[in-house]
């Protein structure tokens, strides 16, 4: 319930312009808003880095053993200019971990989580305000340890962001398993830590401080990905950080959790032994495969609400959407084990976990079900957020549909850690997830700066990135089922893979050409940011709280306590003339309220 | 790149990989200071050095096998002769004066480059002869009692001639003694404080010094080849650039008081190695049970 | 508008991608998008592959078709009708559960069997009337960064001092059922061999066994399929299938050659 108006904080702002109060109100802010930005800049920043060093993994495999032009020479000198087979194992680790904890978890759960969270359920700010501004200064010890990984030799972790022990519990295993490891792994418990922290306040405002006739079924979709997400970081979370402190006392401290009997690696004794090694894939994937629900269901809900919103149309089945997630987030809770059918891990096992693995495919399918009844007999608006979340629903299908190649173990047996397992990861990750964020950027960013970005150079930022993408990623399919490994710095020597080169180098040039178009991206958002048209409340005459609040909002959110009085998504109701109808507006004098044909 | 063995996994690695500047190769069919043959290389690389970094490379084609044969005794030659060289200057030369003066007059420097070729020849003769100097090895008689022969073996172990048990250890696991360095290591003078510390300050990518192992003839590893003429070579030859020593032989028809091995010790000897492995000590029930997670 | 372009070019390279067949950018031919498959148990896996290409090709055309025509018919520059308000349907929402609940099930259930062949049906052989798991052929040892391969000798038991020892040279006889017991000596591997379609990590402290049928002669791969450290990309063995004959001379070759006790020196040098 909002206690502080508008007033009262623009009093306080008025009366600062000390370096403290600078620093209290942007640096050290406990306002979700700030907070949001915050995770939001820092989040883009690591996207720029992960993709560099996707590039280097593309540009090894295109070009093997070559030195890469200008970088190569100023890195690389001690290898005469090429990537080294342990950097090789450095990129692709950093990669996977900067882009899963830096950037997709990060934007979801710390960036849009915490803007959106208090302004669309009408609160005015968090539950734990001081809990949330910890929440993100608990990810700079874990920007720095990890930025610290790069420069410490051999110049990062290499152990795959799995981190399968033994690899890398014994330091004498491998050249990244020396500090490096010890420092990824404590950076690893940092994140976990932050979104720990995140997540209990978004379970608690999500449950307390919803506005006045907003009950659980009028949230929009973004909430409720948020909020199951959310579930899911709790119970998930500790698991990994658990196992990331047996792994660190394996290393640091001679306990054998991961180690057996009698185990000699580069001639080396381990310390201690009678541990199994599949006990970490265990406890790792019990986390990181609800991490993968969380990196998409946030991402699902918002495109709910802007294909919603652009198709001028309620979404369809809003109950079955929310009870989807909630299967897919339930479910993916007993899948863990289909990244192990071929870990050695009892076959039997192998069946129980296939069975919930095909089961999950239904919720996704039913949500892509709904999308496309939602747009059905709507009036199609084309901005490009509604191009992006449309354009999630395309690659989520495609991404989802190679899911079930996966879940078939027979087949598993011989695409498990081929390209195949990639492919599908990037389609649902990139082509699914990151689309649906900057789709999202461009759908949030006039209620968060007050003013639009380009509309046509979104456009164009969409087509390429669409094109490039595909180019990149739809090929490692077709590499997948040739049985291409995985990890591999070199694998043209391979007879079965000597002939593949060519279509990684166009796929490398596509991945090229992908990061080239991001610039767009970047220019149009720095460049709106402070000259981009000003616009009101409710540019895209959305139906949610939150364009209800000024753009941006102030501290406190709204200026007058929102009230609910349906659900969000009452577009071309025939209750009004205009063709929305927003949560908070009071139904004319001849409808009852709360008796809209909604139904909830 | 230079063949030093210290490329930039080396100082990760255990052991070490070569460093070849020496000139000394440790798995050859030569006597102790002779180079190895055309064939120990390319056994070294067809099969690898079992327990160790090196590789095998069986599955690339014979000319590339070839190349690099010839290459790492090219490596080997241009080490040695640059550390013959340095010796020279150092040892022969005055300190200002230069090993090769290209602005002196035309006879003083084909007196220079005469000299130099001198010691790089010296080098490479030695390579030439190589071939020639492989130790030849008669079978043993195949019909000989083998447990006999076994048992003959383990005295020789433990006994005074062949002294296995001072370096392998009294039960074979090569823990008679630890604190020994290989050639390459001795020359950086392990030992003595001043040198260590020079050595050390040089930077963090030198190789810090390790004890050489004697080998645990208990695992059934061995880094040259487990043939027997492998093992009969180690024992007969020694393994150059480390403290294993060449046998002490006594040749046939030698008065019996000589001191020495026979051929048939010698045998005796790699029968009783060759057994080792399996027996029952060897294999302690609790490393067998350590597998007992069997599927099916 | 543009809308219209962007949805009929993205429909065509997505089909002409989810078909290389018709000739999508640097399409392999249909024989080549799988390694070739010289195993009978491999066979099965090639058609489960297909059969989920083909239906989910299907689902894919079909809500990827959907979604295009919506594209193209509600677009507001051209759509003039007013919008359907409605909050869904629950006869489609039953619908569109059963239907994929029950493929679903349908896919879980007829692959049970293929995955118990090959991961939990050990060959059996009959010794003295006794029904026995067949005793391995070879045991391969993944190490960093190579294969040991160690056949057992005329005993017919691995681990006896009579034992061939290799390495990344593995040889199997055509046409007969195999069992590999495979290990790990340090980290984890993973024993992949792409033409017989197994895959099995090997794990240090856990003894495991692949079995299967290879039917064609020739030489192919061995990869390692889990990252062991920098080295894992050249963890290359090769795989040679022969017939029985040939098998067999290569084992009493090798051994004659490893039992090798008497030695000549070459007579000259070999240098040019």
Known sequence: MSSTTVDEHAHERASGGSLGHFITTYVFSRDHKVIGMQFLFSTLLWFLVGGLLALGIRWQLAWPWHGMPVIGPMLFSGEGGQISPEFYTTLFTMHATVMIFFVIIPILAGAFGNFLIPLMIGADDMAFPTLNMLSYWFMWPAFILIGICFFWPPYGAGNGWTSYPPLSAMIEASPSSLNAQTIWLMGITFVGVSSMLGSVNYMTTIIQMRAPGMTMFRLPMTIWGMFITAILQAFALPVLTAAGFMQLMDRLLGTGFFLPEGLI??????????????????????????????????????????????????????KPMVYAISGIAGLGFIVWGHHMFVSGMNPILGMTF???????????AVKVFNWLGTIWGGQLYFTTPMLFSLSFVAMFIIGGLSGIFMAATPVDIFIHDTYYIVAHFHYVLFAGTAMAVFGAIYFWFPKMFGRMMNDSLGKVHFLLTFIFLNGTFYFMHILGARGFPRRLADPYDYETFSNLQPMNQFMTICAIGMVATQVIFAANFIYSMFWGPTVGRNPWRANGLEWTAPSPPGHGNFDFQPIVYRGPYEYGSPEVDADYYPQNQPPPDDVEPGASSSGH | MTGDGAGPTASFLNPYPRDYRMGVFKFKSTPKGGKPTYDDLKHILTDGIPDTAMPSFKVLPENEIDALIHYVRYLSIRGEAERSLVFYVTAELDPDEPMLDLAAAQETRAEQAAAIRDYVTEVVQKWLVADSQATPIAAPDPDRDLAASIRHGRDLFYGPIANCIKCHGESALGDGQTTDYDDWTKELEPTNKEALQAYLGLGSFV????????????????RGGRRPIDLYRRVHNGIDGTPMPA?????????????????????ALVDYVRSLPYESISRPPVIEEAYQRERL | MMVPVLGVLTFVCAIGNIWPMNGGAFALPPDQWLPENISEAGGVIDTLFMFILYLTGAIFVGTSGALFVFMWKFDAARNNEPVKFTHGSHT????????????????????????????????????????????????????????????????????????LHTVNDLHIPVNEEIVIAIKSQDVLHSFFLPNLRIKQDVVPGMKQYVWFQANKKGTYDVVCAELCGWGHYKMRGRLTVESRQKFDRWLEQQFAEQERSEFTPVAGDEDE
């Open chain 3, 92 to 163: 489609l929402e039953i619908v569109w559960s059963i239907l994929p609940a029950a493929t679903l099930l349908f896919l879980a259930i007829y692959q049970m069997n293929a995955w118990a062949e090959a991961k939990l049906d050990r060959p059996t052989e009959e010794i003295n009337g006794h029904e026995v798991p067949k005793p391995p052929l070879v045991e391969v040892t993944g190490r960093q960064f190579e294969w040991r391969i160690r056949y057992a000798g005329h005993d017919g038991m691995i681990g006896t001092p009579d034992d």
């Open chain 2, 207 to 222: 190789l810090k010094p390790r004890n050489i192992h004697p080998r645990d003839l208990r695992r059934g590893i061995y």
């Open chain 2, 247 to 267: 046998a002490l032989i006594k040749p046939d028809g030698a008065p019996p008081e000589t001191k020495g091995l026979t051929e048939q010790d010698l045998w």
């Open chain 1, 265 to 318: 690696v580069n001639n080396s004794l381990a310390a201690s032994g009678g541990g199994q090694p599949l006990l970490w894939q265990h406890l790792f994937w019990f986390y990181s495969h609800p991490a993968v629900y969380i990196m998409i269901l946030p991402a699902m809900g918002m495109v709910s609400d802007i294909i919603s919103c652009f198709s001028r149309k309620p979404v369809f089945g809003y």
């Open chain 1, 354 to 364: 296939m069975v919930a693995t095909m089961m999950i495919a239904l919720p996704s």
